[in-house]
């Protein structure tokens, strides 16, 4: 059993309490922070939560609290985990970690320094689907990684300080390229180094500063091709799809809309359906157990796991140093609409080698590049002599 206390008490924080207080579980949220003190009496009265307070420091340093969970706005995640560490208690924050990887990296080095358990809450690396794609990865069913696409896009988000540049950090590259970033560093392996970034984003509806639309390419050392395709414009509820292509297969996520529970109504009810969705009649998609389909359980399962036995969860302050700094190096390629190096002071994965050539052998004399089975019942062979470089074409009856 663990005593959480859960700083911040809106969106995620809600989504958190139901995650961690669910099923059966023996965890319990003993604190809870809110700037304002009717949001955090509700959320105390809502989650059978002891304590509530309108003072950060008071949740954090309490007896009682094995961690603290961060699920406050981008730009006071740094303030939080300092106390955690003043305080020696084991943290765990929401994505992104910081609203820049200077930000991110003094986070990472104030919690080492500290000697304390630090968690990444990246709830996407932990939905079912994923975490069986990831296996299945991991097994070599798709042979070698070439390219992961990652594809967050809705309506824009719920809260006033979103969309303030200077408490967010930046637009939806930050706000969703951050999970983007981690499902295709992942599928592509954490411990091959992101190389450079080249972006296009632009503000093409809301009027505010930051971007409300962008697409990226993240080159890796292993010659894989990450992308992202972001935006706080999209219509019709929020699109989460990844795609994935090896050269032995493909797998392709549908995370949330049409994920084959569809159903029609004239509207006669006003029941909320899902996160983002636009409407509440005609064909609608609803999840089945959002809390779980969305990664939340798996997350905190292995976060709390891994506080039980003293080691490190799969997410740590690390990755969302090496998320943060990926998407600085997206922003400065949006705006000098060049490649731009991925800046990491920090890099605990392999070091870049010569990229390998990777060529496919048919006999002492060629490489096969294409064999296919036709429609008229003959097997086309496309060769390359090894010697001449000439392309050759053979047909076996
Ligand atoms: N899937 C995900 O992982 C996911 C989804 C949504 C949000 N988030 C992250 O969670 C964090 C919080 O987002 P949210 O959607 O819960 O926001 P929210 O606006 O719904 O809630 C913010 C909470 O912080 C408190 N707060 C304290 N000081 C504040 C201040 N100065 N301004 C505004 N609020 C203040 C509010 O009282 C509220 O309880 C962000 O970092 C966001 O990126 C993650």
Same mark, same amino acid.
């Given at each position: 059993?663990?005593?959480?206390?859960?700083?911040?008490?809106?969106?995620?924080?809600?989504?958190?309490?139901?995650?961690?207080?669910?099923?059966?579980?023996?965890?319990?949220?003993?604190?809870?922070?809110?700037?304002?003190?009717?949001?955090?009496?509700?959320f105390?009265?809502?989650?059978?939560?002891?304590?509530? &307070? &309108?003072?950060m420091?008071?949740?954090?340093?309490?007896?009682?609290?094995?961690?603290?969970?961060?699920?406050?706005?981008?730009?006071?995640?740094?303030?939080?985990?300092?106390?955690?560490?003043?305080?020696?208690?084991?943290?765990? &924050?929401?994505?992104?970690?910081?609203?820049?990887a200077?930000?991110? *990296?003094?986070?990472?080095? /104030?919690?080492?320094?500290?000697?304390?358990?630090?968690?990444?809450?990246?709830?996407?690396?932990?939905?079912?689907?994923?975490?069986?794609?990831?296996?299945?990865?991991?097994?070599?069913?798709?042979?070698?990684?070439?390219? %992961? *696409?990652?594809?967050?896009?809705?309506?824009?988000?719920?809260?006033?300080?979103?969309?303030?540049?200077?408490?967010?950090?930046?637009?939806?590259?930050?706000?969703?390229?951050?999970?983007?970033?981690?499902?295709?560093?992942s599928?592509?392996?954490?411990?091959?180094?992101?190389?450079?970034?080249?972006?296009?984003?632009?503000?093409?509806?809301?009027?505010?500063?930051?971007?409300?639309?962008?697409?990226?390419?993240?080159?890796?050392?292993?010659?894989?091709?990450?992308?992202?395709?972001?935006s706080?414009?999209?219509?019709?509820?929020?699109?989460?799809?990844?795609?994935?292509?090896?050269?032995?297969? &493909?797998?392709?996520i549908?995370?949330?809309?049409?994920?084959?529970?569809?159903?029609?109504?004239?509207?006669?009810?006003?029941?909320?359906?899902?996160?983002?969705?636009?409407?509440?009649?005609?064909?609608?998609?609803?999840?089945?157990?959002?809390?779980?389909?969305?990664?939340?359980?798996?997350?905190?399962?292995?976060?709390?796991?891994?506080?039980? *036995?003293?080691? /490190?969860?799969?997410?740590?302050?690390?990755?969302?140093?090496?998320?943060?700094?990926?998407?600085?190096? %997206?922003?400065?390629? /949006?705006?000098?609409?060049?490649?731009?190096?991925?800046?990491?002071d920090?890099?605990?994965?392999?070091e870049?080698?010569?990229?390998?050539?990777?060529?496919?052998?048919?006999?002492?004399?060629?490489?096969?590049?294409?064999?296919?089975?036709?429609?008229?019942? %003959?097997?086309?062979?496309?060769? *390359?002599?090894?010697?001449?470089?000439?392309?050759?074409?053979?047909?076996?009856?």
């Open positions: 059993m663990k005593r959480i206390s859960m700083l911040g008490a809106g969106f995620i924080g809600r989504f958190y309490a139901m995650s961690l207080l669910g099923q059966r579980s023996q965890d319990k949220i003993v604190s809870v922070y809110s700037r304002r003190e009717e949001t955090a009496k509700r105390s009265e809502d989650y059978a939560c002891p304590h509530f &307070t &309108t003072e420091e008071e949740a954090i340093n309490r007896p009682e609290v094995d961690i603290v969970c961060i699920a406050l706005p981008n730009n006071l995640h740094e303030a939080a985990v300092l106390l955690c560490c003043k305080h020696k208690k084991a943290v765990m &924050t929401t994505k992104p970690l910081g609203r820049n200077e930000e991110a *990296k003094r986070m990472l080095l /104030a919690v080492e320094e500290a000697g304390i358990f630090n968690g990444y809450l990246e709830d996407l690396v932990y939905t079912p689907k994923f975490l069986k794609s990831m296996e299945t990865v991991k097994a070599g069913a798709l042979g070698r990684i070439l390219w %992961a *696409k990652s594809r967050e896009t809705h309506p824009g988000p719920h809260s006033d300080w979103f969309w303030d540049k200077e408490q967010s950090g930046g637009g939806c590259i930050l706000d969703l390229g951050c999970h983007c970033v981690e499902i295709s560093r599928f592509i392996g954490k411990d091959v180094r992101p190389i450079e970034v080249m972006c296009w984003a632009d503000t093409q509806v809301k009027p505010i500063d930051a971007e409300d639309h962008a697409i990226a390419l993240v080159k890796y050392a292993s010659g894989a091709i990450g992308q992202f395709e972001v706080w414009t999209f219509r019709g509820g929020l699109d989460l799809r990844d795609e994935v292509m090896g050269t032995e297969g &493909t797998i392709w549908n995370n949330f809309l049409r994920t084959g529970l569809e159903m029609f109504t004239s509207g006669k009810s006003t029941d909320y359906v899902a996160e983002k969705s636009e409407s509440n009649s005609g064909w609608l998609f609803p999840m089945g157990d959002e809390v779980n389909d969305l990664g939340y359980n798996h997350m905190f399962t292995d976060m709390l796991n891994s506080l039980d *036995k003293g080691v /490190a969860p799969k997410e740590t302050f690390y990755d969302g140093y090496v998320v943060n700094a990926v998407l600085d190096a %997206a922003y400065l390629s /949006a705006k000098t609409k060049l490649w731009e190096p991925v800046n990491l920090i890099w605990r994965g392999q870049p080698g010569e990229q390998v050539k990777h060529l496919a052998e048919y006999d002492a004399d060629h490489y096969l590049i294409k064999e296919e089975l036709t429609h008229y019942g %003959a097997k086309k062979l496309i060769l *390359k002599n090894k010697h001449t470089g000439k392309l050759i074409e053979r047909e076996i009856e």
